[in-house]
């Protein structure tokens, strides 16, 4: 199965938008994270309560993140936060439909 977000993260820049896609295979969990012009690689679990946990790398253009990211899903939303060595992103997003992914490959 797979899912993508439209997620919105609070960093110390200010707020990001990307979209986050996630394939479940049991409960491992591969994607990305399309967030500043950059493709992030994602790998992670989905914990027996539901909750994933993922590790992955930001990019910008001065430097590359490790994160360490922990989400809720509850009813097509998402909210958590990533850890990294140097700061704590907040996260906020919203499942991005079937319908509307089909229209936007339109």
Known sequence: MTEQYQVTIQ??????????????QGSYITGSLDLVGYVNTIQGVQAADGTLHLFHPIQTAVSTIPCETVLNL???????????????????????HPESQEESEL
Do not use: F
């Open 74 to 96: 509850r009813a097509g939303n998402l909210q958590g936060a990533s850890t990294s060595k140097s700061a704590r992103m907040r996260w906020e997003g919203t499942l991005i």
């Open 11 to 24: 960093s110390q820049m200010g707020p990001r938008e990307g979209v986050l896609t996630l394939r479940y």
